[in-house]
Nanobody
Framework: QVQLVESGGGLVQAGGSLRLSCAASRSIFAINAMGWYRQAPGEQRELVASISSGNSTAYLGSVKGRFTISRDTAKNTVHLQMNSLKLEDTGVYYC?????????WGQGTQVTVSS
C-alpha cells in the first residue's frame, strides 16, 4: 500500500502562488506515476498534472505555463508549484499514486483563490 499526505493548501489572492506537497509512505522510485487532481464545488474531479517515474510530465491545458510538478526522490515527495493563480483554480487538490496496478489517493487539501 501507499499512504499519501498532502500539505500546502490555503487561501491566496488571485495572481499569488502556492506550493503543494505530497509525501508518500514508500519510495517513489517504485511508483509508476504520481499526480494531482482537483475538484471544484459541483464539478467533476480533473487531472491537473502528472509525473512519471521517468520524470515525464503532463498538464491540464488551463494550467500549462503556471503550474509545475516535480519529484524529490530523496524525500519521497511530489510538489505542485502553482503560480499566477486564478479564481477558477479553487478546489480540493488530491495527490494520487499509481503503484502496483492500483491507484492510491490522498485526503485532499483545500486551495481557495480570492479576488
Amino acid at each position: 500500500q501507499v499512504q499519501l499526505v498532502e500539505s500546502g493548501g490555503g487561501l491566496v489572492q488571485a495572481g499569488g502562488s502556492l506550493r503543494l506537497s505530497c509525501a508518500a509512505s514508500r519510495s517513489i522510485f517504485a511508483i509508476n506515476a504520481m499526480g494531482w487532481y482537483r475538484q471544484a464545488p459541483g464539478e467533476q474531479r480533473e487531472l491537473v498534472a502528472s509525473i512519471s517515474s521517468g520524470n515525464s510530465t503532463a498538464y491540464l491545458g488551463s494550467v500549462k505555463g503556471r503550474f509545475t510538478i516535480s519529484r524529490d526522490t530523496a524525500k519521497n515527495t511530489v510538489h505542485l508549484q502553482m503560480n499566477s493563480l486564478k479564481l477558477e483554480d479553487t478546489g480540493v487538490y488530491y495527490c494520487v499514486a499509481d503503484w502496483n496496478n492500483l491507484v492510491y489517493w490522498g485526503q485532499g487539501t483545500q486551495v481557495t483563490v480570492s479576488s
